[in-house]
């Protein structure tokens, strides 16, 4: 099992930008499929970008052509650069790693195993 712990999460204006960071440890996170997910008050957890181990990824609509998912294989650490911020960003980000997944299931929770404990992104207009 990987455990899984996120930072860089804070409040930010609308249009602003911030950089989360997922550090993973106690398991061979290097070839897992790596995701982060993100939840509001009230709403379903939702798949925001997943990236494989050879660095290719999947998007969510939502969120494409703002937020880039990236991973440094050697840190075993896995990045979220969000840029332009809007309010409807705000939730709980999360971590998410699984040992495989195909192209329909990667941004999808039920496929992932070790989850990390979040970290809330909050952003004002």
């Known amino acids: 099992q990987v455990q899984l712990v996120e930072s860089g999460g804070g409040s930010v204006q609308a249009g602003g930008f911030l950089r989360l960071s997922c550090t993973a440890s106690g398991g061979p996170a290097n070839i897992f499929w790596m995701a982060w997910f993100r939840q509001a008050p009230g709403r379903e957890r939702e798949g925001v970008a997943s990236?494989?181990?050879?660095?290719?990824?999947s998007v969510a609509d939502s969120v494409k052509g703002r937020f880039t998912i990236s991973r440094d294989n050697a840190k075993n650490t896995l990045y979220l650069q969000m840029n332009s911020l809007k309010p409807e960003d705000t939730a709980k980000y999360y971590c998410?790693?699984?040992?495989?997944?195909?192209?329909?299931?990667?941004?999808?929770?039920?496929?992932?195993?070790?989850w990390g404990q979040g970290t809330q992104v909050t952003v004002s207009s």
């Open positions: 998410a790693a699984t040992p495989f997944c195909s192209a329909d299931t990667c941004l999808r929770p039920y496929v992932y195993r070790d």
């Open positions: 990236i494989a181990p050879d660095h290719s990824t």
